[in-house]
């Protein structure tokens, strides 16, 4: 018998709640803190792992702060004070680590997120956030996840976001309000 929507999204919350489980209680310090006080801030990420870093692209520009997508035309350059946060949740990409130079060369910081957290990349940031969920790099394993190829990151990603938002908010001293009044009204 197939199984419904229903118990499949029941078993994805499963799966995404033993994810987060394992995520380490101070795993987004350290990102918190290099996005606090970033001067800017430019945010990068390949394929379903970019569309989440553009999502919390917009939360940090909603929260008031500096930021940009990479690639975009408004993008201004980094320097010093500045951040540059890449995903790179199977922890090799050859596009990520050129970014990451060149920002590094520039004089701005580098954080890095990935599943992979002894990865080169991983290594060489500045900060990394550790998220323990499953990407394309195994998923072959025998242990897979219910969901294909990366998404388990992609989904643990969002709601890590999420929730990295809601303590930025905090600490920044905005509102549900202030956010609010900074989202576009050209809708």
């Known amino acids: 018998m197939t199984e419904t929507i229903t118990d499949l999204s029941r078993r994805i919350h499963a799966e995404l709640e033993g994810t987060l489980a394992r995520l380490a209680p101070d795993a987004a310090d350290k990102l918190t803190e290099a996005i606090v006080t970033a001067r800017r801030i430019a945010l990068h990420g390949l394929g379903r792992e970019g569309l989440q870093m553009n999502g919390l692209a917009m ?14 035309m408004t993008t201004p350059p980094l320097g010093s004070g500045d951040l540059l946060v890449v ?10 680590a050129a970014l990451m130079a060149r920002a590094k060369d520039a004089g701005a910081r580098t954080a890095v997120i990935t599943a992979e957290p002894a990865s080169s990349l991983a290594r060489s940031a500045d900060v990394l956030c550790h998220i323990p969920a499953q990407t394309m790099a195994r998923d072959q394993a025998a242990d897979a996840s ?6 388990a990151y992609e989904c643990a990603m969002m709601l890590v976001f999420e929730a990295l938002v809601l303590a930025l908010r905090d ?11 900074r989202h576009t009204n050209l809708e």
């Open 59 to 72: 939360r940090l520009f909603h929260l008031g702060l500096d930021a940009h997508v990479v690639g975009e």
């Open 146 to 151: 219910l969901l294909p190829m990366g998404s």
């Open 87 to 96: 995903s790179a949740g199977p922890g090799a990409f050859a596009s990520i």
């Open 171 to 181: 600490r920044l001293g905005e509102t549900a309000e202030t956010m609010r009044a």
